[in-house]
């Protein structure tokens, strides 16, 4: 979501283009249990009734297309909205 409110208020690419990072296999090197999940089937994979049963943390990396806008309604429309509001009244200050 931040890349995308980046990209539409036209910050650097710098700012929002990120590598990949492996979240399962962070934690994994933690030795905490993590899965990946690339697709909804891969939800079939997961014994969600022994998780939950369990005392130790899970880690599950939900993989997203990043290119899909998410819907910036809702709260980052207020936020957006209040910014705008604030900079005005800054702006009459001066």
């Known amino acids: 979501m931040v890349k995308h409110g ?4 036209g ?4 700012g929002f283009d990120l590598p990949p990072v492996d979240f399962a296999a962070m934690a994994r090197a933690c030795g905490v249990e993590a ?5 909804p089937s891969d939800f079939d994979l997961i014994d969600f009734v022994a998780l939950g049963s369990k005392r130790a943390p899970t880690l599950i990396d939900i993989r997203i297309d ?3 806008v998410p819907p910036m309604g809702g709260a980052s429309r207020c936020w957006l909205q209040a910014a705008a509001a604030s900079a005005d009244v800054v702006y009459r200050l001066l």
């Open 11 to 14: 910050a650097e690419r710098v």
């Open 35 to 39: 899965f990946t999940i690339t697709q």
């Open 6 to 9: 980046q990209r539409m208020g």
């Open 66 to 68: 990043a290119e899909v």
